[in-house]
């Protein structure tokens, strides 16, 4: 069965741009089903350092179409600019690699304007979204009034949509104290970008099943990560699209026979960025020392927003839960490299909240707000291992580290990353 799902098991950031990137090999189609330029997926092969918001992390490799799925929300202006830069570097941009899906929802400037004026009027409780507009863009789309990349294709019908759009939302963000939306210079600025889009419309869900149905290889690349599910994260500190394995179908339409694999992609430890409870966060210089100074790239600051990432030990809870909902088949393990130069690594397997042991997530974000990580120590160790390519050649207690990861998930781990370049991984299997 040809495809392959690649899931943030954590809060987002885990790796799973260079997992789909490492899978993209074996692969003829690489599809983003969820979310939009919020994500921020880091690549590093040879001299290129590519950071991708929009576009599939598969681009790298020649062979490999890119779909944009319709489960996506798409800003054009800035997937134009995406594509220039690809195009810059001499990669193929061309819309034979590269299928925009006809039913993605657009993002527009009002959205934009819309994002940064509820974070204001949140206050203290804002979610700390990347102000891409994402949150609005999914509103309009359930509230039944979204603009569709469809609707790209006739320039003049476009134009009308848009005008009406931002007008009705400009009105109401004055109306609420807010500043108007610039609405001629947006649609100028988006029926620009729309010409440039046009090429690229396919129906993306017709597309995959012709191919599946030919024996096409299909990877699909999760942005965002379980923690931020609208469902199943810590509500309402969460993005707005489901970076589950449900929203991947949905975000793709294909049914689930064709799927294979589920690959988790999981850091050694933690990280979030934005609000909302992290119960293993180090406020302390451990979490100082996991977070880096920002000094190298892979160093804990934001891809899309430069924001430092909080950070601490691994949550087994996060994991487990991340592994019960998407039916992970594999775990990819990224970043251990990190972990090397501590003499001990702690690993949370349960909660305490209120001298009650949860072992499973629970669904108040209050509860887990006051929840205690319960601990398991382990021995660190100290060896450099950004050269290790086999299993065997980590250190011992590096090996026990992944082995107890496994056995607390009850899924196998396949692959450790111990390092940002394409071919620092070690495949235990
Ligand atoms: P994504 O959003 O899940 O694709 O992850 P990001 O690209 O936002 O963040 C992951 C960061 O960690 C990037 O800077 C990667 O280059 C880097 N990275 C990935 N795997 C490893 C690893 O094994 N070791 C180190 N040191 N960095 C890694
Ligand atoms: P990748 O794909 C990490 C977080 C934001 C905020 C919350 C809601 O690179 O893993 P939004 O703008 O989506 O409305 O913000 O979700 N967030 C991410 N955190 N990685 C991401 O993507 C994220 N995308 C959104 O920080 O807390
Ligand atoms: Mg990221």
Do not use: C, H, M
């Given at each position: 069965m040809p495809v392959t799902i690649i899931l943030g098991a954590q809060w987002g950031d885990e790796g799973k741009g260079r997992a789909v990137d490492w899978l993209s090999s074996q692969a003829d189609i690489a599809a983003r089903a969820t979310g939009g330029d919020n994500a921020g997926h880091t690549l590093n092969v040879g001299e290129h350092l590519l950071k991708l918001h929009l576009v599939p992390s598969g681009v790298l490799h020649p062979n490999v179409v890119c779909v944009l799925g319709n489960g996506m929300v798409i800003n054009p202006v800035n997937l134009v600019k995406e594509l220039d830069k690809l195009a810059a570097l001499g990669l193929d941009v061309s819309p034979e690699r590269i299928k925009l899906s006809t039913r993605a929802h657009i993002t527009t400037p009002a959205h934009l304007a819309q994002d940064a004026a509820q974070e204001q009027a949140r206050g203290a409780d804002k979610i700390g979204t990347t102000l891409r507009g994402i949150g609005p863009t999914y509103l309009d789309k359930v509230g039944r009034r979204g603009i569709r990349a469809a609707e790209m294709a006739d320039l003049e019908a476009f134009a009308e949509k848009l005008t009406a759009s931002l007008t009705r939302a400009s009105t109401s963000l004055v109306r609420d104290g807010f500043g108007a939306v610039e609405v001629e210079a947006g649609v100028a600025a988006y029926v620009e970008a729309a010409a440039k889009l046009r090429p690229y419309l396919t129906d993306t869900t017709e597309y995959l099943n012709r191919r599946l149905k030919d024996g096409a290889r299909v990877v699909c690349e999760g942005a965002q990560g379980m923690m931020l599910?609208?469902?199943?994260?810590?509500y309402p500190f969460v993005t707005s699209s489901s970076p589950t394995v449900g929203g991947t179908l949905s975000g793709l339409g294909f049914g689930p026979k064709h799927v294979q694999r589920v690959v988790g992609v999981a850091k050694a430890y933690s990280t979030r960025v934005g609000s909302g409870p992290m119960p293993t966060e180090l406020l302390d210089a451990l979490g100082d020392r996991l977070r880096?100074?920002?000094?190298?790239?892979?160093?804990?600051?934001?891809?899309?927003?430069?924001r430092p990432r909080r950070c601490g030990w691994l949550d087994m809870v996060v994991l487990r839960y991340s592994a019960a909902v998407n039916g992970f088949t594999e775990l990819v393990v990224t970043?251990?490299?990190?972990?090397?130069?501590?003499d001990e690594v702690k690993i949370c397997v349960a909660y305490d909240i209120d001298g009650q042991r949860y072992e499973y997530m629970p669904a108040r974000i209050e509860d887990v707000e006051r929840a205690t990580p319960v601990y398991e120590t382990l021995p660190g160790w100290h060896e450099p291992i950004t050269g290790v390519r086999k299993v065997e050649d980590l250190p011992l207690n590096a090996q026990r580290y992944i082995a107890r990861i496994a056995q607390l998930a009850d899924v196998p781990v396949n692959v450790i990353s111990v390092?940002?370049?394409?071919?620092?991984l070690v495949f235990a299997v």
């Open positions: 599910d609208v469902d199943f994260g810590s880096g100074t920002g000094a190298n790239f892979w160093d804990e600051y934001g891809t899309t927003t430069g970043k251990l490299d990190i972990l090397s130069g501590f390092g940002p370049e394409r071919d620092q």
